[in-house]
């Protein structure tokens, strides 16, 4: 049973920057593609970024794309949401994301593994 655990949240103004990490656990993961979702108050789970499990390859929400990138350490078992230029409407709880297969995808329908989540608020 897979298992994985966010952290790097907190408060930060507009304009700065933070970086979230999730560390996964329980089973293999690096084949895996991986995502970043976000829940605002009273708004869906929304896509931000997604990263495949054997090239690498990204993909990000258009709200975020030039100021976010996604990573992954597969050695550490570990991948990362570089979060820049942030802006209030940034504020949500942020979610890590594993599927069964390789593939990218920016439904939450299509991930099988999820986090606890982390806070991320962004003060004008």
């Known amino acids: 049973q897979g298992q994985l655990v966010e952290s790097g949240g907190g408060l930060v103004q507009a304009g700065g920057s933070l970086r979230l990490s999730c560390a996964a656990s329980?089973?293999?993961?690096?084949?895996?593609?991986m995502g970043w979702f976000r829940q605002a108050p009273g708004k869906e789970r929304e896509f931000v970024a997604a990263?495949?499990?054997?090239?690498?390859?990204?993909s990000y929400a258009d709200s975020v794309k030039g100021r976010f990138t996604m990573s992954r350490d597969n050695a550490k078992d570990t991948v990362y949401l570089q979060m820049n230029s942030l802006k209030p409407e940034d504020t949500a709880v942020y979610y890590c994301?594993?599927?069964?297969?390789?593939?990218?995808?920016?439904?939450?329908?299509?991930?099988?593994?999820w986090g606890q989540g982390t806070q991320v608020t962004v003060s004008s």
């Open positions: 994301a594993a599927r069964k297969g390789s593939a990218i995808s920016s439904a939450t329908g299509m991930y099988t593994y």
């Open positions: 329980g089973r293999a993961f690096s084949s895996s593609a």
């Open positions: 990263i495949s499990g054997i090239a690498g390859t990204t």
